[in-house]
């Protein structure tokens, strides 16, 4: 009938083309903020999906049971126990990449006696390698993180390690200066391995990098990660710009790159 108007259709004085652009940019701005969530949660399912996906072409000799994955790295056999509650308790390309290059690259990256951090260390693959090829290791992620983690360091280096690695919680871009102050906490080596992914504090990453990988600091960062979304590739190059950077490898049917880094000064 003429004069009624439907549920979903707003009601306009005549002449109201002011109210109406009005309302069609509040529409619009909803739509951009919908599809933008949509992307997130899009993102979010491609990040659980490969957590889920247990091939990985990078170690051939990887098994995977449900919770634990095995590999064999500086001539013994790595137990990892894994857990599908979190993103940290999972082990990613980006690590497999970087352990695989260290224990091939010995000589390049001698870690023998050396003091070295790893960034969102995750569920301890990476630290146990570098134990097991004698560096002095503190590995380091989230508190509700940290209890796997420590399982794994310990499970995997007890006898087998020159140095006991050690575990401490740290969130990135926070209080750095008071838990983790230069130059008492300095390191030859900082580790980082697939830090880089949908995720919002990308910008306490780098700021965390910066801190470790000061000017005079004389520390090397070693950067391990598979590029998934636009936002790693704009990360990248906000980490190249502010660090001295060469790329180590490049493996194109992964996206795994590796970059060595050191501040500029």
Same mark, same amino acid.
Do not use: C, F, H
């Given at each position: 009938m003429e004069g009624l108007l439907s549920a979903s259709q707003p009601f306009l004085p005549k002449n109201s083309e002011s109210r109406r652009k009005e309302i069609m940019s509040h529409d619009e701005k909803l739509q951009s903020? *919908? *599809?933008?969530t949509d992307l997130a949660l899009t993102d979010q399912d491609m990040m659980t999906r490969e957590g889920l996906d247990r091939r990985n072409v990078w170690e051939p000799s990887v098994y995977y049971p449900l919770g634990k994955e095995s590999f064999h790295f500086v001539g013994h056999e790595v137990n990892i126990r894994e857990s599908t509650d979190s993103y940290g308790a999972l082990i990613w390309p980006g690590a497999i990449a970087l352990c695989q290059f260290l224990e091939n690259n010995q000589q390049q990256m001698n870690l023998m006696d050396k003091a070295v951090l790893e960034l969102g260390a995750g569920t301890g693959l990476l630290s146990i390698v570098a134990s097991l090829? =004698? $560096?002095w290791?503190? $590995?380091?992620?989230?508190p509700d993180i940290l209890?796997?983690?420590s399982f794994n360091l310990r499970r995997?280096?007890? =006898?087998?390690?020159?140095?006991?690695?050690?575990v401490a919680a740290l969130s990135w871009g926070q209080e750095l200066e008071r838990d983790f102050p230069f130059p008492s906490y300095r390191y030859d080596y900082v580790? $980082? $391995?697939d830090v880089v992914y949908h995720h919002d504090f990308l910008e306490e990453l780098l700021s965390t990098m910066l801190h470790f990988c000061r000017p005079g600091s004389g520390t090397t960062l070693l950067w391990a990660n598979k590029i998934r979304f636009p936002s790693d590739l704009r990360f990248a190059e906000c980490f190249k710009s502010r660090f001295n950077t060469t790329l180590l490898v490049e493996a194109?049917? *992964?996206n795994v790159w590796i970059y060595k880094a050191t501040a500029k000064e």
């Open positions: 903020k *919908e *599809e933008m090829l =004698g $560096a290791v503190t $590995a380091t992620d989230l209890s796997n983690l995997n280096t007890k =006898g087998r390690s020159r140095y006991i690695p050690q580790l $980082a $391995a194109p049917q *992964e």
